[in-house]
């Protein structure tokens, strides 16, 4: 298998540079982290000085996370542990499965339940949250509508469709509404065909679609308000969110615009990052998925809408004998370039490992080698690579000495436990530092 080229993949991150480098640790210091002042009082409530105090995060605000559509789905437990250490071990952030045509293949049916008929790549959601649960995981549910995957007892036409699809959505909401961290409410729209005629029933990859109005959309998330009132709904679109981008003009902005304008619901604004494509047309792309400016470009036009962004699929080539090594450092540069700018609440990388992605009727995602460990669970540099950020640069580990009464240090937002010892006594809190939450708090000996 050839190399990739590398410096033509990377020319932009290598010619943006001090662009790059300037922008993400300026972006991080201002966004994804915060100032707090611990006071040091004894039970008397007067001020205790000369203290030695311990900061360790233990959680993160931010969500990373991928999908976990292989959970539990190895044949054997050995692998199904590799999976769920790995997987703990990185993220806390979670994708569960609500694809219609897996999780209602018989009508009436829903696979809610552990001991639900079993599916590959389709654990259902209370296998994943029993397992989110012991991890401190947070979990959003994917796709409450697309028009893809669709089970084949559906009628055939949109408005016989649409009792089906309010039935779904209830009951999907009266379960998970204020459960889940979010819902993909309506997936990859701008990009999906509204079928004016009916598809190949055997092969095409819309074989058991259905013909949609053009007003769809908004319908649907129409439907979802009524029934989801604590959970956030997600408009989810495609890389083409990235690679049609045309500023306020691109078709995808002027969808979620218009749908504002309509009074829907829009909470969050998903866009995936997939890079499906041959390895010897990788390079054609690169001044745009690989290109910081125009990252940053698109990221700040589509926070004009003001909305939290998501970076919702990510799918970034190991192909080619070097494929892995380009793999990390694309994810090194890309991570930081998201993590940085201010509108992203999330990132989620899709297939965690090269043995999860889907094979299925035309569809292969193996062909990419996309995941960040290898067939035998083996860590690859990409997963090293969002290690190192995730856990060690991005975390705040201090140990502080004060003379004072007081002590400031400066963190990522997330979960905290401080520590501090004096003249024998010690004690230990837990604290959350918020972007809009306190910033100062009291630590009684």
Known sequence: MAKLDRNTLFRHFDEQKDLLEDRVNLGIESHRKGY???????????PVRGAKISVRQTAHDF?????IFKLGCFERDTDNQRYADAFAHLFNYAITPFYWNTFEPQEGKMRFEPDSPFIDRRPPPETVLAFCRQHNIRVKGHPLFWALMLPDWLPQSYAAMKPYLVRRLEQIAARYDG????????????EVPLLREEPNRKSSHYRNGVSLDGDYVAWTFRQAERFFHLSPLVLNETTSAWTKFKDS?????????????????????????????PQDKLGDG???VFNPSHLYRVMDCYGRLQRPLQITEITVPGY???GEDIQAEALYNLYRIWFSQPDVEAIV?????????????????????GGLLRNDFSQKPSYQVLETLIRKEWQTQLDLETRDDFAYFKGFYGDYTISVEREGQHVTRPLHLGKNGFDTFTITL
């Open 63 to 67: 969500k990373f996370g991928a999908n």
């Open 349 to 369: 990388y899709w297939n965690l490992g090269d043995n999860c992605a889907i094979v299925q009727d035309g569809w292969a995602e193996d062909v990419y080698r």
């Open 286 to 288: 690169a001044g745009l």
């Open 179 to 190: 459960v889940l961290d979010c819902f993909d409410c309506v997936n990859e729209s701008t």
């Open 36 to 46: 707090c002042r611990l006071d040091l009082r004894d039970q008397q409530g007067q």
């Open 320 to 322: 080619g004998d070097n």
């Open 249 to 277: 003009l691109s078709p995808f902005y002027m969808q979620i615009e218009n749908l504002l304008h309509q009074g829907c619901r829009i909470d969050k604004i998903g866009m995936q990052y997939h890079l499906f494509v």
